[in-house]
């Protein structure tokens, strides 16, 4: 991780931390991160037909692997964190679960389809990452990343992106952590899909108890960041009631082996 020099302003060991920081509440993460819209995992894979040998790369709890054996593929996932990886197997028995990261994959060459990341791939040390991921991949492979975000065109989704904001907060899709161009892999494309999520303001609040900027601070600056949330939310019309859809963009990247 040496290589992130905190492009918005936090330094590369908040960076490590945050990246690392997922595992204390993975089971709250399984439960009220959102999964990714079908027509963006097909869009991810390349729109391929067929079932296809797929990595789930920084699978986490497997919300992305989730949608990929719904969708007929065969699955293996990897992942760094222990507590992460352990609610994988136990949500996902079917998919191999690996330990690992996308510095140093724990596969053969040439013995994947396609590698998809979802709300991970900003965490990769790219330099490294990428010729792995390039060596990981079959002839003719692809690559695709994947973001759930905030749609934050929506007025009180945009006041709920800064009421939730914090002293380490830094990093969005948008901030140019997404796939940067590599002599190995085709141009990168681009692609935006409409996602929702019911929600009620407990849920939200716990969802937004599992972002790593909330999960790195001291308890009492955690309660207080999430105690400001939820004035916020019960001022707002739109939440204040009881049950509404989160809006999201899910954001993504995709690219091929040449
Ligand atoms: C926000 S979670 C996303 C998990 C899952 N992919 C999903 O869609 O919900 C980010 C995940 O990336 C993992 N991670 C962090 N650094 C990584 C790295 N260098 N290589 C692989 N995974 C990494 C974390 O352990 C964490 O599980």
């Not at 067929?50 to 969708?71: E, Q, Y």
């Not at 990093?171 to 085709?186: N, V």
């Not at 600056?221 to 939820?230: H, P, Q, T």
């Amino acid at each position: 991780m040496a290589t992130h020099t905190g492009a918005d302003g936090t330094d590369p060991e908040m960076f490590a931390r945050r990246a690392s920081s997922f595992g204390a509440e993975a089971a709250a993460y399984a439960e009220h991160r959102p999964d990714y819209p079908e027509a963006g995992v097909r869009w991810a894979l390349g729109s391929r037909d067929g079932a296809l040998d797929v990595l789930d790369l920084g699978a986490g709890t497997g919300k992305l692997s989730a949608s990929l054996v719904a969708l007929g593929h065969r699955v293996t996932a990897v992942e760094p964190d222990d507590g992460m990886r352990g609610e994988l197997v136990r949500l996902l028995p079917s998919v191999t679960a690996l330990a690992g990261g996308a510095e140093a994959i724990p596969l053969p060459d040439a013995s994947v389809d396609a590698v998809v990341v979802g709300q991970a791939f900003h965490w990769f040390d790219q330099e490294r990452a990428l010729p792995e991921i390039a060596r990981v991949l079959r002839p003719g492979g692809t690559l695709g990343a994947v973001w759930n975000t905030d749609d934050d065109r929506v007025e009180w989704i945009a006041g709920l992106g800064k009421a939730s904001s914090g002293r380490v907060s830094f990093l969005d899709w948008a901030s140019g952590r997404g796939i940067e161009p590599h002599a190995a892999f085709t141009p990168v494309e681009n692609a935006d899909f409409p996602h929702r999520q019911p929600r009620t303001i407990d849920s939200l609040l716990a969802t937004i108890a599992t972002h790593s900027h909330v999960l790195v601070l001291e308890p009492a600056e955690r309660e207080a960041l999430l105690g400001r949330v939820r004035e916020y939310l019960l001022t707002r019309p739109e939440t204040s009631g009881g049950s509404f859809d989160l809006e999201i963009v899910t954001r993504e990247q995709r690219c091929a082996l040449k």
